[in-house]
């Protein structure tokens, strides 16, 4: 059986969000991934993006709110009444484990758990600090994500940890959340990017060729990954085809975001002895 999940960020109300709305459920509905995980989610009242477009898709939803919007609400004073948060969806049943701030940043981490027809599967989506400077923020913040990793109640398949990073893979804190090039986050932990099978492991997700991206003058990098737990969970997961998605126009000609995303293939292997 094969698992496809995936991972992107949505780009919050940015550059016109109601206009990029169709190319976004567009660009989902080609996925037809199983599990998604997203970040930079609006939401509005008792209304957001992730739940409406897992309407439109046939999927069931978790989304977890941020406490604090004011990130973005004051770049875009017409949406001040917005909030922003992060979301799974799945072709299964999903249901909340927890929801964490990530170090007063404005962003958080939102753990589920997915009924799968292979066994239950602890999946997490997680949003990090953006500032070109804040790799000792990420640290810390990689470290919630490492004790909720193990403190969580075991899981039939291996952990999922879905998110934006905004690091790359050679920075100090996907080599700490990996846990297998330096000293692990937690003791025993390793998270293997999945990036490694990649044709092209370092084909960027923050692109210059995007046409939000390009004003910046910013360079390309893969700041956006999808992590497996390794050794853990009863059911075995093999890493297939790794692949960049949204990385171009929907067919209405409009780009659905500023990221890129990475889906990845699993192949269910047999149960552990």
């Known amino acids: 059986m094969r698992l496809r999940v995936a991972t992107w ?8 969000a109601d206009g990029r709305r169709a190319a976004v459920l567009e660009t989902l509905r080609a996925l037809d991934a199983d599990v998604i995980g997203l970040q930079e989610v609006w939401c509005r009242g008792a209304a957001d993006l992730a739940s409406e477009l897992a309407a439109e898709l046939g999927m069931h939803v978790v989304f977890g709110p941020s406490p604090d919007a004011s990130s973005w609400t004051v770049r875009s004073p017409a949406d001040v009444d917005c909030g922003i948060g992060n979301a ?12 964490e ?15 799968t027809p292979v066994g239950s599967w602890h999946v997490q989506s997680a949003h990090l600090t953006s500032s070109a400077s804040g790799s000792a923020v990420r640290c810390e913040q990689v470290r919630v994500i490492a004790r909720h990793v193990v ?8 952990p999922l940890v879905l998110g934006d990073f905004n690091a790359e893979a050679a920075s100090d804190e996907m080599r700490l959340i990996e846990g297998h090039l330096t000293a692990p986050a937690e003791p025993g932990l390793v998270l293997v990017n999945t990036r490694r099978w990649a044709a092209d492991p370092d084909e960027p997700t923050w692109s210059p060729r995007n046409p939000y991206v390009a004003p910046s003058g910013s360079p390309p990098s893969r700041i956006d990954h999808v992590l497996v737990g390794a050794g853990r969970g009863t059911v075995r997961l093999r890493v297939g085809d790794v692949a960049v998605f949204g990385d171009g126009p929907a067919s209405d000609g409009v780009w659905p975001s500023d990221h890129h995303g990475v889906v990845v293939d699993l192949e269910v292997a047999a149960p552990r002895e």
């Open 88 to 99: 799974v969806l799945a072709r299964w049943p999903v249901h909340r484990l927890h929801l």
């Open 101 to 115: 701030g990530l170090c007063g940043s404005g962003r958080v981490l939102l753990g589920t758990t997915v009924d």
């Open 9 to 16: 960020n949505l780009w919050w109300r940015f550059g016109d």
């Open 151 to 158: 403190a969580a109640p075991p899981t039939d398949l291996p």
